[in-house]
């Protein structure tokens, strides 16, 4: 069964034997994927900034943090500059990248976005413009191709899912996640970002399974 919404995320359901595979796609990209699942700030990413683009690094970033800003801003009231406000949070690297991205756009606008962002680490990083935003109107994506292999087996076998798609019109910002729905089980999966945005052509994602 596969079906494509055309909004910010849109759904791609492969259902194989004991399996229901969920692929999301929030408008996406060419470019490099950063991993998020698990992923941690690394020191020399927030020193350098990850070079000009800084968009991984600020969704790394508010995906860990932007609870705890979003508390410390409701709790502290007034706060005097970046470097109060980021020096509230707990880990030193959380710190230093809260004060880059905060520098960039400065202390009134980096609390009232994240106000208005919700939670949404994509979106706010998008609302500051660290990250890419490109309003595709018409049609989008179109996925034109998913296959699971092998399409059933018993517990320990590694399954294979792939998905192809076709983009029409630049995309914004977003994530590509796989998400395993198991009959009677947790659901369970992994999230890659892609800063860019999809520009016209054909994709393909793919991701392995270990039951």
């Known amino acids: 069964i596969v079906g494509f919404s055309p909004f910010r995320l849109s759904t791609m359901r492969v259902v194989a034997a004991l399996l229901c595979v969920a692929i999301l796609f929030s408008a996406a990209s060419a470019a490099p994927i950063t991993k998020l699942g698990h992923t941690k700030l690394a020191p020399k990413a927030v020193k350098k900034g990850l070079g000009l683009d800084l968009c991984p690094l600020c969704v790394q970033f508010t995906s860990q943090s932007i609870s705890e800003l979003l508390n410390i801003i409701l709790n502290a009231g007034v706060v005097g500059g970046c470097a109060e406000l980021c020096g509230m949070l707990p880990q030193k690297l959380e710190q230093e990248a809260c004060n880059l991205i905060c520098d960039i756009v400065g202390i009134d606008a980096f609390i009232h976005l994240i106000e208005k962002a919700d939670l949404d680490p994509i979106y706010f990083c998008e609302l500051t413009t660290l990250c890419p935003v490109h309003d595709c109107e018409g049609q989008c994506v179109k996925i034109t191709d998913a296959a699971v292999a092998p399409q059933s087996g018993p517990q320990g076998t590694t399954f294979k899912i792939g998905v192809a798609m076709q983009a029409f019109n630049q995309t914004s910002t977003g994530t590509i996640a796989f998400s ?32």
């Open 180 to 211: 395993v729905l198991p009959p009677d089980g947790m659901p369970f999966g992994d999230a890659e970002l892609v800063p860019k945005g999809f520009s016209p052509g054909t994709f393909q994602a793919g991701a392995q399974i270990e039951t």
